[in-house]
């Protein structure tokens, strides 16, 4: 049977049939084990995939990439707005693996549908970044090396990303409002000025939700700790 007809006129039982695959890409993001009937993250992914039935369509690529992306973007959303957010992390163990398996399993078609979104957003993250006089180059020069410091800063922008006041002040003066971030995240004033280029490129792409592919390729999960 063909997708448009699961997706048009059997998605209860499309839904039903992938229901490994959603809660597979959960787990994943999540790193544990969980439960249908109590982690809202299921219903969160489950939510997802459904609007990624009603939205797809063909140069969207493949749509169990096109979905995976949009139920990672989702948890992340999630995690975004709960109150008692978990630690992340850039997780690099099975990116590439993901990145070969996927485009093994799609077309030529598809894969270029895929590489033209991205390069859609990577040019609207571009010009936006030229209004805060930065640069791929610039944050290439400003990035951590180190992985904890990565994972802090990450922490750090995805909370300043929850937060209308700071948001605010970021769009209109197009800089860190650095005070108010210390006081929010407990964060060292010398920390967010060094690294002041990379924590505004996050924050712009956390509080975009144009940059659908771009979030998903941060490759962000779960990982252990709980402070900043």
């Known amino acids: 049977?063909?997708?448009?007809?699961?997706?048009?006129?059997?998605?209860?039982d499309f839904i039903e049939k992938s229901k490994k695959f959603i809660y597979n890409v959960a787990a994943n993001i999540c790193k544990k084990k969980l439960q249908w009937e109590n982690d809202d993250e299921l219903s969160v992914a489950l939510?997802?995939?459904?609007?990624?039935?009603?939205?797809?369509v063909e140069d969207k690529g493949n749509f169990f990439g096109y979905s995976k992306v949009l139920i990672k973007n989702a948890i992340i959303d999630h995690f975004r707005k709960s109150t008692n957010?978990?630690?992340?992390?850039?997780?690099?163990?099975?990116?590439?693996?993901e990145y070969i398996d996927a485009k093994n399993s799609m077309t030529s078609y598809e894969l270029e549908q895929e590489n033209i979104k991205r390069g859609e957003e990577i040019k609207l993250f571009n010009d936006e970044l030229k209004k805060y006089g930065l640069s791929f180059e610039v944050l290439a020069e400003s990035s951590p090396t180190h992985r904890d410091t990565r994972d802090k800063l990450?922490?750090?922008?995805?909370?300043?990303a929850n937060q209308p006041s700071i948001l605010?002040?970021?769009?209109?003066?197009k800089m860190l409002p650095v005070?108010?971030?210390?006081?929010?995240t407990n964060s060292n004033r010398?920390?967010?000025?060094?690294?002041?280029r990379y924590i505004l490129a996050l924050i712009l792409i956390f509080s975009n939700k144009e940059y659908v592919y771009i979030r998903s390729y941060l490759n962000i999960k779960v990982g252990e700790g709980n402070e900043y």
């Open 1 to 12: 049977m063909s997708l448009e007809k699961d997706l048009n006129n059997n998605r209860n």
């Open 47 to 56: 939510i997802a995939f459904n609007k990624a039935c009603e939205s797809y």
């Open 85 to 97: 957010n978990p630690y992340l992390i850039f997780s690099t163990e099975d990116n590439q693996l």
């Open 154 to 160: 990450l922490n750090l922008a995805f909370n300043c």
């Open 168 to 173: 605010e002040y970021v769009h209109k003066y």
């Open 179 to 184: 005070k108010q971030i210390c006081l929010l």
């Open 190 to 196: 010398k920390l967010i000025e060094k690294w002041r």
